[in-house]
């Protein structure tokens, strides 16, 4: 289990590189398992992996599959005022580029936001 420490060096490194998917997900991963109970939140998922969802499909991919993650954990789907629109035009985007699984993840974060492709 990560301490209160650790989180932020990651946090701090995030910040410094927003768009790493290996710290990224490191992050993530922190997050979930801070205090034994799994915390994070939409607004979350935008924070950790949004930028780098921005920058190319791995990102777009990782994005999705984070928040299928926190929906199959918490029950939280996708909320527009969370993503925005830079973002949710950046996984359309990234869509062609996508495996099955996650063209099928950014899918499901579009119908949540009632956009339809």
């Known amino acids: 289990m990560p301490t209160t420490a650790q989180i932020d060096a990651l946090r701090e490194s995030l910040t410094r590189d927003p768009a790493n998917l290996e710290i990224a997900s490191r992050y993530w991963a922190a997050l979930g398992s801070s205090n034994g109970r799994d915390l994070r939140s939409g607004r979350d998922v935008v924070e950790t992996f949004g930028a780098a969802a921005l920058k190319d499909s791995g990102g777009a991919g990782a994005f999705a599959r984070a ?51």
């Open 67 to 117: 928040y299928r993650e926190l929906f199959e954990m918490s029950g939280e789907s996708p909320r527009a005022e969370f993503l925005g629109e830079e973002l949710t035009e950046a996984l359309k985007s990234a869509l062609p580029q996508l495996s099955d699984q996650d063209q099928s993840t950014v899918r499901w974060i579009l119908r949540s936001l009632g956009i339809s492709r």
